[in-house]
């Protein structure tokens, strides 16, 4: 399944990082980039069912030591990513 990122799933990604500089340590920020690329490799691979539905076609995860939430919406064979 393709994995995109939304414009503001893009910004919001970035606006999430900056933030976590100034708190976090940059071990914690590698970890956080990585559970968002966990995160898009278990999408392409379909496994995105058990994630709870936020709406209709919407699911949501958190990730980052459960401090940010990533929604993601499913039309057909692609998953577009929306950070919060």
């Known amino acids: 399944m393709q994995v995109t ?3 503001i799933g ?3 990604l970035q606006e ?3 933030f976590l ?3 976090w ?3 914690e ?3 956080f980039l990585e559970d968002v690329e966990n995160l898009i490799t278990e999408l392409k691979e379909g496994r995105y069912k058990k994630y709870p539905k936020f709406s209709k ?3 949501s995860v958190l990730i980052g030591n459960r401090h940010v939430r990533v929604f993601f919406r499913i039309d057909k064979n692609q998953i577009t990513l929306e950070m919060s």
């Open 5 to 7: 990122t939304s414009e």
């Open 21 to 23: 500089k100034e708190s």
């Open 10 to 12: 893009k910004f919001t």
């Open 29 to 31: 920020i590698d970890s």
């Open 57 to 59: 076609n919407i699911h």
């Open 16 to 18: 999430n990082i900056n």
């Open 25 to 27: 340590t940059f071990k």
